[in-house]
T-cell receptor, first 116, second 117 residues
Framework: DAGVTQSPTHLIKTRGQHVTLRCSPI?????VSWYQQVLGQGPQFIFQ???????GRGNFPDRFSARQFPNYSSELNVNALLLGDSALYLC???????????????FGQGTRLTVV | AQKITQTQPGMFVQEKEAVTLDCTYD???????LFWYKQPSSGEMIFLIY??????QNATEGRYSLNFQKARKSANLVISASQLGDSAMYFC??????????????FGPGTSLSVIP
């Protein structure tokens, strides 16, 4: 079975540009979450989508947006890139929105974004 | 206020020895879950072990065990018989609010573990 897949694996963008990152969850998983991990820190929650609806949002500016498609894959969009947006962006999928207490989140390998 | 604290930025352990990675957390929610993840240099987060706030026994998964002390709000990870492949960043994480409508995991700052041959 394929795990969570993210594309691209690496990306270099210029300040002011926009970027789209993609995530395909594990087959059967309806929940996708996005995290930003700045070098030397733990991941920070950005968004969660479940059944194509935004269910939660972290403390990130409106330049960050996302969506989930009918096949449960997801895109994370970041507009007007800043140098500080350079980070590893992780996508996680899980079976349920919440409730199953030991539902683990399975992570992809991440997209390493560098803004220059 | 920081919800997950990992006070050991870096740890060294001799191969085949046991090591304890510390984690303390802060929540007022009576229902929560605690996780440990391993992140090798490749970047992927690998799930290791889970402990629920209502679980009576400490969780174990192979060489990993979680020393859960609810009153002290600590959830230390114990790795027995360390292997060279255990060298990685280790993150303690918490999911709180099972009554909320979304699923948010809060991560600590991580501990870098190096296993010495």
């Amino acid at each position: 079975d394929a795990g969570v897949t993210q594309s691209p694996t690496h990306l270099i963008k210029t300040r002011g540009q926009h970027v789209t990152l993609r995530c395909s969850p594990i087959s059967g998983h309806k929940s996708v979450s996005w995290y930003q991990q700045v070098l030397g820190q733990g991941p920070q929650f950005i968004f969660q989508y479940y059944e194509k609806e935004e269910r939660g949002r972290g403390n990130f500016p409106d330049r960050f947006s996302a969506r989930q498609f009918p096949n449960y894959s997801s895109e994370l969009n970041v507009n007007a890139l800043l140098l500080g947006d350079s980070a590893l962006y992780l996508c996680a999928s899980s079976l349920s929105q919440q409730g199953a207490r030991n539902t683990e989140a399975f992570f992809g390998q991440g997209t390493r974004l560098t803004v220059v | 206020a920081q919800k997950i604290t990992q006070t050991q930025p870096g740890m060294f352990v001799q191969e085949k020895e046991a090591v304890t990675l510390d984690c303390t957390y802060d929540t007022s929610d009576p229902s929560y879950g605690l996780f440990w993840y391993k992140q090798p240099s490749s970047g992927e987060m690998i799930f290791l072990i889970y402990q629920g706030s209502y679980d009576q026994q400490n969780a174990t998964e192979g060489r990993y065990s979680l020393n859960f002390q609810k009153a002290r709000k600590s959830a230390n990870l114990v790795i027995s018989a360390s292997q060279l492949g255990d060298s990685a960043m280790y993150f303690c994480a918490m999911r709180e609010g099972y009554e909320t409508s979304y699923d948010k995991v809060i991560f600590g700052p991580g501990t870098s573990l190096s296993v010495i041959p």
